[in-house]
């Protein structure tokens, strides 16, 4: 069972990484600390799958991540 999780796990943060990965939302580093100036706009169709996806794919990893420190 731990190697089934361990190996989802590995798999899910892979997936995770692209998925941040795809996210353009700012131009570089200055706009991580409000340097950014430019016109917030809202998540619309391809942005807005890629977000909740990522939102779940989060949610599993760490619940993969929970359930395999139980089990150890």
Do not use: N
Not at 5 to 24: E, F, K, P, S
């Amino acid at each position: 069972m731990q190697t089934l999780l361990t190996i989802a796990q590995m798999i899910l943060g892979i997936v995770l990484i692209i998925a941040i990965m795809l996210q353009q939302k700012g131009a570089g580093l200055g706009s991580a600390f409000g340097g950014g100036g430019g016109i917030e706009s809202t998540r619309r169709g391809s942005d807005l799958m890629l977000f909740r996806a990522t939102i779940g794919i989060s949610i599993t990893f760490f619940i993969i991540s929970l359930a395999l420190v139980i089990l150890s």
